[in-house]
């Protein structure tokens, strides 16, 4: 795990052990993106829970997905979205929870590797906004927050990366908050989708050395070991989904091949018509 901070983001997907006959079940049992979360983060718009809120329960969340949405989900998504649904959930409504950008960026960041190669763009979008929707959160936000970090990130090296403190800007700014909130100055939430956010600042900054997410880490005066664990599972996350989806596509297309010769196979009546006019031509 100490070396993943080296590797360009599409090397996480690697291969793991895994077993083609419980290949949801794998996936699904992996997907515990986190129900720990420990403090909040910052954003422009704040989600706190107060004494007087009575959050949903996570029936609740998922019947307003499934209301938002009513399409149906291939197996290898739907299992995994919904364990996401309920992890986040819980997350969501912790009385210290606040909406932050880097979460953010790592669920975007998860959503999309989750939904790569799903049959239709469109229905991707939608499902990523019935999802968001059911958080009671904005699905547009998410994704112009996750763009901006992206943005920033992309202009960024390791050193300036690490030395946001000591500069102004609005991206500086939201990390110069989230340190201060996890020093124990204010709530701060952590959760896997958290370090996935850090992993994906640093992808783009090029950041490769192994010693820039241990400097990051500290300035944002977060958990280094919990970072590490944390993505360590995602890595073994997407490298069964991967390898879930080859089979999902190997099984999608020897059914259509089945479907393909069975039209090909000429029905009785058929045959039999064809035989008489066969035999007509020949009679004339």
């Not at 969501?92 to 239709?120: I, N």
């Not at 994704?143 to 946001?164: C, H, I, P, T, Y």
């Not at 939430?189 to 050395?209: H, M, P, Q």
């Not at 070991?225 to 999608?252: C, F, G, M, P």
Request: with cysteine; proline share 4%.
């Amino acid at each position: 795990m100490a070396a993943i901070s080296s590797l360009p983001f599409a090397a996480l997907r690697g291969a793991s052990e895994w077993r083609p006959s419980s290949t949801v079940a794998a996936v699904s049992g992996a997907v515990v993106l986190s129900a720990r979360a420990r403090r909040g983060s910052r954003s422009v718009v704040r989600c706190v829970a107060t004494a007087g809120d009575v959050p949903p329960t996570v029936a609740e969340t998922k019947l307003n997905f499934l209301k938002s949405y009513k399409r149906p989900i291939p197996s290898i998504y739907s299992t995994v979205l919904q364990e996401l649904l309920v992890q986040q959930h819980l997350m969501r409504y912790k009385r210290t929870y606040q909406y932050d950008p880097v979460f953010a960026l790592g669920f975007v960041t998860v959503y999309d590797q989750l939904m790569e190669g799903y049959p239709s763009n469109e229905d991707r979008d939608s499902i990523f906004k019935a999802y968001i929707t059911a958080l009671n959160e904005d699905p547009n936000q998410y994704r112009a927050d996750a763009q901006k970090m992206e943005e920033w990130a992309r202009s960024q090296n390791g050193n300036s990366l690490v030395d946001f403190s000591s500069r102004d800007g609005e991206i500086e700014a939201i990390l110069k908050d989230i340190s201060e909130r996890a020093k124990g100055t204010g709530n701060f939430s952590y959760s896997r989708f958290f370090a996935v956010g850090l992993f994906r600042l640093l992808e783009l900054a090029n950041a490769t050395e192994p010693t820039v997410l241990d400097k990051l880490c500290a300035a944002l005066n977060v958990n280094k070991r919990s970072v590490d664990r944390d993505l360590d599972v995602y890595r073994n996350i997407l490298s069964k989904l991967v390898q879930a989806k080859e089979l999902l596509k190997e099984y999608v297309d020897r059914e259509k091949k089945k479907r393909e010769e069975r039209s090909e196979i000429p029905k009785p009546n058929e045959a039999v018509t064809k035989f008489d006019g066969d035999l007509y031509s020949m009679r004339h």
